[in-house]
């Protein structure tokens, strides 16, 4: 079994949804942010999603060991970055639609990346190198402003490794002309944002591929509509929020079957963007968890 040092164990393994065992070798650390301010509900909440990850930091900079090290935990929403990572979750300060993160959860978070770096040998800790945002590999706003965070955390990592105590402060890189930023938005993007000013509309028929029961409701997941790669946990559509157009009466959600949003969800704003994989994340009234669709699907859906 390998923990770290400067973890404690809390509710360890309590939970089903981890793989024992690993087929790769860990070289990157995956950080994310709890989306609440209840760092006790974790690791329980695990018990019924289907999620999980190795570590979590509260906003004291307590240090909770979950998942064993040498086990696979599924965080990343991706099987090939789960196998060859460690997930961190971090609780945080304050909730939607901030969700800050305190001082004291980022510096501890440095100190356990830098444990983590050590062990596995991975050098320098270096951003999008061996140490990512969730949103790297899947659709998701998590980690939230940690996704900023990063290279904070890295240099304190660094400061710790090479022997200091991570009292580092990171600095922007200093320029002598202002330096231009690369629009890197998809034109849907740039449509939703410029020209309709983050509102969105579906009126139209979409087709089901499948339906399935999934974290206590019954959801939907449509090629019409969501981004690939695509997972029930944030890709999927409650059904109460859809009109079964093919089956009014019988509200059966048949695979292949027809349907549409209900009038009164069927338009809003779109609360985030994911550039890297083109995604727009909606929330709806109801529900507490926000929903990802390819972009370029949503404009051009009537």
């Not at 305190?102 to 062990?119: C, E, G, H, P």
């Amino acid at each position: 079994m390998t923990v770290s040092g400067l973890a404690t164990q809390y509710g360890f393994q309590s939970f089903p949804h981890f793989t024992q065992g690993r087929d790769k070798t860990v070289n990157k650390i995956v950080i994310h942010h709890m989306a609440t301010t209840d760092y006790n509900s974790v690791p329980g909440i695990w018990n019924s999603r289907e999620a999980s990850a190795h570590y979590g930091i509260g906003q004291n900079g307590e240090i909770r060991s979950y998942v064993d090290e040498d086990n696979t935990a599924w965080h990343a929403g991706n099987w090939d970055a789960n196998s060859s990572s460690i997930g961190i979750e971090h609780a945080n300060l304050t909730g939607a639609p901030d969700y800050d993160i305190a001082q004291a959860t980022i510096d501890a978070s440095a100190k356990l990346v830098a444990d983590i770096a050590q062990r596995y040998g991975f050098g320098r800790v270096v951003p999008y190198q061996n140490l990512f945002p969730h949103s790297s590999f899947t659709s998701t706003a998590c980690p939230g402003k940690l996704k900023d965070k990063l290279q904070e955390i890295a240099d304190k990592a660094n400061d710790i490794i090479a022997g200091g105590n991570g009292n580092v402060a990171t600095q922007p890189a200093q320029t002598s002309q202002p330096v231009q930023q690369e629009d890197n938005r998809s034109a849907s993007i740039k449509e939703f944002q410029d020209k309709w000013n983050n509102r969105w509309a579906i009126r139209g028929n979409f087709t089901i591929r499948t339906c399935e029961k999934q974290y206590d409701m019954f959801q939907v997941l449509t090629d019409d509509l969501n981004v690939e790669p695509n997972s029930w946990y944030y890709n999927g559509i409650p059904t109460g929020l859809l009109e079964d157009v093919s089956d009014p009466e019988g509200r059966s959600f048949e695979d292949g079957a027809t349907v549409r949003f209900k009038d009164g969800v069927n338009s809003g704003v779109i609360a985030a963007y994911d550039n890297n994989s083109n995604a727009v994340g909606i929330y709806f009234a109801g529900y507490r968890d926000m929903i990802w669709f390819d972009a370029d699907k949503f404009l051009a859906h009537p």
